[in-house]
């Protein structure tokens, strides 16, 4: 599996080419493109091209000189970065990479990406693909005088970017390299299933291998809501509602742009809509009278008492314990012009 436990990673070292990139790029420039310029500089037929050029690849694959720009342009009297930038057109970034390299930022990772490539190519890519942002370091072996395949590399690595192997992910798509991680110990590795597009995908079985970067972004989490911000209630008389909630409950009446009314309880609100006349999008069935609200207040619900006979609404039930959203209540009932159940209640003690 390709998944990844990301609780246990801090750092997380990514190749480019092959990985983060198509390497479509690097074969093609090697083995079209540079063939055909290698054949126009030194006159030759483009099949002797074609086969000098792999007996050069072979001897020095896997070595600093293969990743070399500079090594390559005086062997093979070609100026290679020119040769690279004329097709630049061809570079490309694998998909959802760019979610992968966000997902690793708000996720709080260590980003680093650890490369082979030469400077040279290393700020072309950079250049075309503009993912410099997303990391925290960019390592070329070059400066350190060995490839990613050498166990070297991963000591000289640890004084220039220290991690945890334990707690450090590699991603590469080179085997001998997967190899040579594994050896010093790193203990997270990932292969890439395709790393050129236009070619069939690695077959090997040593390493779990990703074929698409969203299989290693954790499933995403269901939505939720976090509070209330308003509800609704449908009443026969504005105005009626406006006088009993302001008068009685000392709430904040606000009335709105297009002839709308608002009642503010703290950070809430409860919204006026007139029977028959509502605003839309509106309730299955808007009905006046049909709600039951409960509200808590710091006034002793015993001083409630006097100040509902004074407004003339009739206590209903009360003052009993209930047990509220927050704690246990003390509440006193009424009712509201519309019939609409109001509890208004201490509360006594939250719940633990
Ligand atoms: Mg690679």
Redesign the pocket.
């Known amino acids: 599996m390709a998944m990844v436990e990301w609780e246990g990673i801090e750092s997380v070292f990514l190749?480019?080419?092959?990985?983060l990139l198509d390497l479509h790029f690097d074969n093609h420039f090697w083995l079209a493109h540079v063939p055909v310029r290698y054949a126009e500089r030194h006159g030759l037929p483009l099949e002797a091209a074609q086969a000098e050029l792999k007996v050069r690849y072979a001897r020095v694959a896997g070595t600093m000189q293969w990743y070399c720009v500079d090594y390559w342009s005086e062997q093979l009297e070609l100026d290679i970065a020119a040769l690279k930038a004329e097709l630049r057109h061809l570079i490309a970034v694998h998909p959802h990479v760019h979610e992968f390299l966000a997902f690793l930022r708000r996720a709080g990772k260590r980003i680093v990406l650890v490369t082979n490539a030469h400077a040279k190519s290393l700020s072309l890519k950079m250049a075309c693909t503009g993912l410099t942002p997303h990391f925290d370091a960019l390592i070329c072996a070059h400066a350190f005088g060995v490839p990613k395949e050498h166990p070297a590399f991963w000591e000289r690595l640890q004084v220039a970017e220290p991690f945890v192997p334990e707690r450090t992910l590699l991603i590469?798509?080179?085997l001998p390299v997967l190899r040579s991680a594994r050896h010093y110990g790193i203990a997270h590795l990932r292969a890439v299933r395709r790393?050129d597009s236009r070619q069939p995908p690695n077959a090997q079985e040593e390493f779990a291998a990703l074929a698409d970067f969203r299989e290693v972004l954790p499933p995403p989490t269901a939505p939720r809501v976090a509070c209330l911000d308003h509800c609704v209630l449908t009443v026969a008389d504005i105005e009626a509602s406006i006088a009993f909630y302001g008068r009685v409950l000392g709430l904040e009446v606000r009335r709105l742009e297009g002839g709308r009314t608002t009642l503010c309880v703290g950070r809430q609100r409860i919204n006026l809509h007139p029977f028959g006349r509502e605003y839309e999008p509106k309730a299955g069935r808007p009905t006046p009278g049909a709600a039951d609200l409960c509200f808590l207040t710091q006034t002793p619900v015993t001083a409630w008492f006097d100040h509902l006979a004074a407004c003339r609404v009739e206590v209903i039930e009360g003052p009993v314990e209930r047990n509220g959203a927050a704690g246990r209540l003390l509440s006193v009932y009424f009712r509201d012009p519309d019939g609409n159940l109001i509890e208004v209640a201490n509360l006594l003690a939250e719940h633990p």
């Open positions: 190749d480019m080419d092959g990985t590469d798509d080179s790393p």
